[in-house]
């Protein structure tokens, strides 16, 4: 397996600064913090990224609309990305945190109702949004709770959602709106991609529940409907990319006390780990360029100042100098060459970044805890 080390400025980070402020934090990582008068929330520390698939970006420039989950104001909030304005929200249930676009164009958007880490009654529903009309509808998953991770195969017809409590993965037709066949897999799935074209589904576990941390990849075979061998990456696994081609899996793994913050490069030919490269301390959102010639990472180090978005090349593998972006920058997605659009949970803001000029170009607040993001023509 070959390692690949930063090349570039590094940045200097103040392990010791404090990290999360008086307030709830994150949803998506399962060590509940209670401070002050606040109750137990999803909003956890830890990783970052419960999976929020998109679609593949095609490298036009022209889509239209962002749609954000945002978990403590319990909606989504759809964003004109022409004037960088927020839309009327479309109210969800408790915690909406990963979401997914059966297409760019038109058809139906995917969210997943988190809920309250630590509740009695943990939900196991997600809504449906129909683009561009804008309706919402409710469907139960059963008994299937916690929907943390959403992928959509490419024909749009099947929803795979996998569920953090429940440990579980769900077949969802979006023709019927009805279950098809649950699995157990016993992950804690904090993302999920499609790749080995639309063989296989990867859920990264992150396997908080428990104390212990989760260190490995699961791969699911969709044909046969079994789990297949972990693939071991480290410890706690966060977000996970697909080239375009559907041949490698790459993984963001949060902490490794030799390493640091990495990514981990899976080929799905032989479900191993090929390469990986250190990007800098708490990898947490990841995706692909256009092009396929780049992977964007967001980092959010213990020290706010440090929070940054970085690339390497996927011919050299050599980190770029970090944008710095935001105070908890979670999803990443590059809809274009020169643009990216960042959510910040920290702050609750969607930054629009100028990758080509290294710069943020604006930040809109978007609500209190935003999480995921789709973009839609």
């Known amino acids: 397996m070959e390692l690949a080390r930063i090349e570039g400025p590094h940045v200097k980070i103040d392990f010791m600064a404090a990290r999360i402020p008086l307030r709830l934090h994150k949803i998506l990582c399962l060590r509940t913090v209670v401070v002050g008068f606040l109750l137990a929330s999803p909003f956890l520390l830890g990783c970052n990224s419960t999976s929020v698939v ?17 978990g403590n104001d ?6 004109n990305l022409g004037s960088m304005k927020t839309m009327t929200p479309i109210k969800t249930g408790s915690a909406p945190i990963a979401i ?15 809920g309250i880490s630590g509740s ?24 299937n709770h916690q929907p943390s991770a959403i992928a959509i195969n490419d024909s749009g017809a099947i929803a ?28 804690n799935t904090h993302a999920i991609v499609i790749a080995d074209k639309g063989r ?46 559907g041949r490698y ?16 490069e899976i080929d799905t030919r032989t479900n191993t780990v090929v390469r990986k490269v250190l990007v800098g301390p708490m990898p947490s959102g990841i995706t692909i360029s256009p092009d396929g010639a780049n992977v964007w990472v967001a980092l959010d180090p213990p020290n706010p100042r440090a929070d940054a978005i970085v690339s390497f090349s996927l011919k050299s593998y050599k980190v770029s ?7 908890d920058p979670w999803k990443i997605d590059i809809p274009s060459p020169s643009i990216a659009y960042v959510v910040d949970a920290g702050s609750g803001m969607l930054a629009k970044v100028n990758i080509a000029f290294h710069r943020v170009e604006k930040y809109i607040y978007v609500g209190s805890q935003p999480h995921g993001i789709v973009l839609l023509r």
């Open 54 to 70: 998109t679609h593949r970006s095609t490298g036009n420039s022209d889509y239209r609309t962002a749609f954000v989950t945002v």
């Open 74 to 79: 319990n909606m989504v909030v759809p964003v």
């Open 100 to 114: 997914a676009s059966s297409n760019s164009l038109s058809g139906k958007i995917v969210v997943g109702d988190y």
């Open 120 to 143: 009695d009654n943990l939900p196991n529903t997600i809504e449906i949004i129909q683009w561009p009309k804008l309706t919402s509808s409710v469907f139960s998953l059963g008994s």
């Open 160 to 187: 795979y959602i996998a569920t953090d409590y429940s440990r579980s993965l769900v077949k969802f037709s979006l023709s019927t709106d009805k279950i098809e066949a649950s699995l157990d897999t016993h992950s």
């Open 200 to 245: 296989f589904a990867y859920l990264a576990n992150y396997g908080a529940y428990g104390g212990r941390a989760g260190s490995s990849v699961i791969p699911v075979n969709l044909q046969s409907w079994k789990v297949d061998k972990p693939i071991y990456v480290g410890k706690e696994p966060c977000d996970e990319a697909v080239s375009p081609n």
């Open 249 to 264: 899996v790459f993984v963001t793994v949060e902490s490794n006390s030799d390493m640091g913050g990495y990514v981990a």
């Open 321 to 327: 100098r970090p944008i710095f972006v935001g105070n």
